[in-house]
T-cell receptor, first 113, second 112 residues
Framework: DVKVTQSSRYLVKRTGEKVFLECVQD?????MFWYRQDPGLGLRLIYFSYDVKMKEKGDIPEGYSVSREKKERFSLILESASTNQTSMYLCASGGGTTNEKLFFGSGTQLSVL | QKEVEQNSGPLSVPEGAIASLNCTYS??????FFWYRQYSGKSPELIMSIYSNGDKEDGRFTAQLNKASQYVSLLIRDSQPSDSATYLCAVPMNSGNTPLVFGKGTRLSVIA
């Protein structure tokens, strides 16, 4: 059974903290993505990666960075958490040329106080 | 920037009826289209993909594509309460190996 695992289901952090969200996939996919999902705004792409040590900005990269040191792991970093980064964060991996078959992790609900 | 538009709903249909979910997209050059289903508190999962004009059927689900009108729809026949979810329309950002752009989703409620 395919799996995308996100390290935490719920996370509470304070403003200004550095936050790490981890994502691991076991499908040997080259492509991995970080989205955030907010009511009324839908899924928005933060960063993505097509290969180890490679990263591309999505639509809303400000305040975030990523790391991909190994093929199976893609980490999202909030350098200095702010309240407007309170959101559901979804990691996904995808195979194929158009990434249509995306497999999502169960998500991390991050609250920044 | 590609845009994908969906009516947010909620769309309420009685059990056994046909649910019709609609999506329009901004880029006339888009070639592939996807429907994801997201249950409350869960992650999205792919349920249908369509690449050519016309209809594509998979069980109770039918995807319909009209590229001239830049319109894609999802029909759910014999709707069941278990179909109650948010349905997300998605298109690739560009051609080739590229992320998906998602619509904001339509919430469907099937009333028993």
């Amino acid at each position: 059974d395919v799996k995308v695992t996100q390290s935490s289901r719920y996370l509470v952090k304070r403003t200004g903290e550095k936050v790490f969200l981890e994502c691991v996939q076991d499908m040997d996919h080259e492509n991995m993505f970080w989205y955030r999902q907010d009511p009324g705004l839908g899924l928005r792409l933060i960063y993505f990666s097509y290969d180890v040590k490679m990263k591309e900005k999505g639509d809303i990269p400000e305040g975030y960075s990523v790391s991909r040191e190994k093929k199976e792991r893609f980490s999202l970093i909030l350098e200095s958490a702010s309240t407007n980064q309170t959101s559901m964060y979804l990691c996904a991996s995808g195979g194929g040329t158009t990434n249509e078959k995306l497999f999502f992790g169960s998500g991390t609900q991050l609250s920044v106080l | 920037q590609k845009e994908v538009e969906q009516n947010s709903g909620p769309l309420s249909v009685p059990e056994g009826a046909i649910a019709s979910l609609n999506c329009t997209y901004s880029d006339r050059g888009s070639q592939s289209f996807f429907w994801y289903r997201q249950y409350s508190g869960k992650s999205p999962e792919l349920i249908m993909s369509i690449y050519s004009n016309g209809d594509k059927e998979d069980g109770r689900f039918t995807a319909q594509l009209n590229k001239a009108s830049q319109y894609v729809s999802l029909l759910i026949r014999d709707s069941q309460p278990s179909d109650s979810a948010t349905y997300l329309c998605a298109v690739p950002m560009n051609s080739g190996n590229t992320p998906l752009v998602f619509g904001k989703g339509t919430r469907l409620s099937v009333i028993a």
